[in-house]
């Protein structure tokens, strides 16, 4: 389904054709962007929803603060006087956090000293570590969206596999005769369409030359809806929300599912550490008291 085209572009839904819609093939190609897509939002918004900021400058936007560290995995949080004169009021303490490019000499730890940001209204300004901070998103300084994008794929796979092995259902038999007993097994199909419990049928129908393909197809929607439960469990606890496996739920004890979130716990504090790293940078340069929480859930938060 092309997912990676997507990824950048935040806003991935490919408009459906239009003038086509009899063409299977188009057909298929919509319900394919259609799943992908749903899954695909999901995942974003659940992962852009469990951070929660506290003691930021005003006209600071998280949520697009958090939506770069997803793309592109950091952006800069930075001062500039100017921008308290910005006829929007968009930054009237002077703060703002935009995406950005690292440059210039690296310190110990690979940090670059220079850094460029900029906006789509024009706006570009050269900083360095004095006035500004780097706010990555995790303990690698990556972005996320990709993995994010590879599970909505693959569950929407599954989903639109489900849709066929459904379809499929409905495969009636074919039934190979001479064109005398077509009409024949016309009317006692259309007799079975009528729940009609008994069949008569003529005594000159001859059943010898008659044969039947059977194209039934096994309905595999349960074991597949199990395999898309583990999927998003897997992509819930890579963000850091709990999210216990279908064949767990019904056997496991409240200790023991508590056990099993340590994954989710160790992804969550990758991302949880790398801004709090950010918050203690952002407070000694500009003397801010700024700070961030996950909002911890009922397993995590009870143990």
């Known amino acids: 389904m092309g997912a990676l085209s997507y990824i950048w572009g935040m806003l991935p839904f490919v408009p459906w054709k239009r003038g086509m ?20 939002w999901r995942l974003l918004n659940a992962a852009l929803s469990v951070w929660e900021w506290e003691g930021l400058p005003e006209g600071i936007d998280v949520r697009q603060m958090e939506l770069w560290l997803m793309t592109h995995g950091y952006t800069i949080f930075f001062y500039d006087d100017t921008l308290r004169y910005d006829e929007g009021q ?43 901070v780097v706010i990555f998103n995790n303990l690698l300084r990556t972005p996320e969206i990709f993995t994010y994008a590879l599970y909505a794929q693959r569950i929407a796979e599954i989903d639109r596999t489900i849709d066929v092995n459904l379809q499929n259902q409905k ?22 369409e009528g729940n009609v419990y008994t069949i008569a049928a003529d005594k000159n129908v ?58 989710t716990e160790a992804a969550r504090w990758s991302r949880l550490q790398a801004r709090e790293q950010a918050c203690e940078m952002i407070n000694d340069t500009f003397g801010l008291n700024a700070s961030v929480r996950f909002k911890t859930g009922t397993y995590i938060k009870a143990q």
């Open 21 to 40: 819609e009899k063409n299977v093939e188009n057909q298929n190609f919509n319900l394919n962007q259609a799943s992908f897509n749903t899954w695909y």
């Open 206 to 263: 001859d059943l010898k030359d008659i044969e039947v393909l059977d194209l039934t197809t096994p309905f595999v929607g349960v074991d597949m809806d199990l395999l898309k439960q583990r999927y998003i469990a897997e992509a819930f606890s890579f963000a850091g929300i709990e999210s216990v496996t279908p064949e767990k739920r019904e056997r496991l004890v409240s200790s023991e599912v508590t056990g099993t979130m340590g994954g």
């Open 90 to 132: 968009r930054a009237p303490e002077g703060y703002a956090v935009l995406q950005g490019a690292l440059h210039g000499q690296l310190d110990l730890y690979n940090l670059p000293n220079d850094r460029r940001v900029y906006a789509p209204n024009g706006f570009n300004r050269e900083l360095n570590e004095t006035n500004s």
């Open 171 to 192: 495969t009636p038999k074919v039934i190979r005769c001479d064109e005398r007993q077509r009409l024949t097994w016309k009317n006692i199909t259309m007799q079975m």
